[in-house]
């Protein structure tokens, strides 16, 4: 399977919100209860590349395969140089790829925009497909919050993983 990337328009917010609706019904990728509706995926698209982050998708020969974006992972001023990724694969995509060329595009994105630190938050320790693709990118664990979210009638833990980008901590930053 071949997918390119590319960032995300507003044309693309009606697959971007299908794929995050299966997420939400489904699976515990994200503690949201009630999936948002294809304007609420837009105006957070919107607010997310308003305040100059990345957001991607992935497009194969179906369609719109998964997508990708950075955000803060805080909004303290301290925290501007560190952004928390979210990659959502579409149902049925899982296990050929996409995840991977949206990871890496969005490092690079994110490293071209001066961020120093990625921050990935993946429900669930079982979720080891999410876990092996960090992994793969060079990123390790940096700890496991348990029993921190209830959804679908149980307690989740959350595990964090850290990756540095570009020069990470290593030397002072230039401001944003």
């Not at 997918?3 to 697959?15: G, Y």
């Not at 395969?65 to 995509?93: D, I, M, Q, W």
């Not at 664990?141 to 989740?156: P, Y």
Request: proline share 4%; net charge neutral.
């Amino acid at each position: 399977m071949h997918a390119s990337v590319r960032d995300a328009t507003p044309a693309d917010v009606p697959a971007i919100a299908s794929i995050y609706a299966a997420e939400v019904r489904g699976h515990v990728n994200t503690y949201e209860y009630e999936a948002p509706d294809a304007a609420e995926m837009a105006r957070r698209m919107q607010a997310i590349v308003g305040a100059g982050y990345p957001y991607l998708v992935a497009e194969d020969e179906a369609g719109i395969a998964g997508y990708a974006y950075a955000s803060s992972y805080r909004a303290r001023a301290g925290y501007r140089f560190t952004v928390e990724n979210s990659v959502y694969v579409a149902a049925g995509r899982q296990g050929h790829g996409i995840g991977s060329i949206l990871l890496g595009r969005l490092l690079a994105e994110c490293e071209a925009r001066g961020f120093r630190q990625m921050i990935a938050v993946i429900g669930e320790p079982s979720n080891t497909a999410s876990i092996r693709l960090h992994q793969k990118f060079g990123f390790r664990l940096a700890g496991t919050f348990h029993g921190i979210a209830w959804k679908h009638g149980r307690w989740l833990d959350t595990v964090q993983m850290q990756r540095e980008i570009g020069t990470g901590n290593h030397e002072p930053p230039h401001d944003r």
